[in-house]
C-alpha cells in the first residue's frame, strides 16, 4: 500500500514536497517512482530512485528542478518540487517497482500505486 500526500496550492516559482508511506510490501528492495497526470494529458513519468537511492532518474521536463530521495527507515519515499511552473499541474502518483530499476520509466512495471495527491501550481 502506498500513501502520497504533501500536495496542494502554490504560486509559480513556488516549491513543495511530497511524500509517499510505504507498507505492505519490500520497500528497501524495491525502485520508486512518481508520475503525474494533468488534466487531458496521459500520465507521465517524473522521477525514479534505486533502492539504495544512489541512482535516480528524471523526466525531461522536471530534471533540475525536482528531486527525489527515500528514506528507507520509515518506508517513505519523497519528491521535492522547485521552481514550479503551472504546467506542473497534475495529480502526482508515487509507485513501487519491486525488485525493479530505477532505469525502468515504464508504469506496468510499476506493481503498486499511490491514490495520487494533487498539486496545483498557479500563475
Known amino acids: 500500500q502506498l500513501q502520497a500526500f504533501g500536495g496542494g496550492l502554490v504560486q509559480a516559482g513556488g516549491s513543495l514536497r511530497l511524500s509517499c508511506a510505504a507498507s505492505g510490501f519490500t520497500f528497501s528492495r524495491s525502485a520508486m517512482g512518481w508520475f503525474r497526470q494533468a488534466p487531458g494529458k496521459e500520465r507521465e513519468f517524473v522521477a525514479a530512485?534505486?533502492?539504495?537511492?544512489?541512482?535516480?532518474n528524471y523526466g525531461q521536463s522536471v530534471k533540475g528542478r525536482f528531486a527525489v530521495a527515500r528514506d528507507n527507515s520509515k518506508n517513505t519515499v519523497y519528491l521535492q518540487m522547485n521552481s514550479l511552473s503551472p504546467e506542473d499541474t497534475a495529480v502526482y502518483y508515487c509507485a513501487a517497482n519491486p525488485e525493479g530499476s530505477s532505469f525502468d520509466r515504464q508504469e506496468y512495471s510499476h506493481d503498486y500505486w499511490g491514490q495520487g495527491t494533487q498539486v496545483t501550481v498557479s500563475s
Open positions: 530512485i534505486s533502492w539504495t537511492g544512489v541512482i535516480r
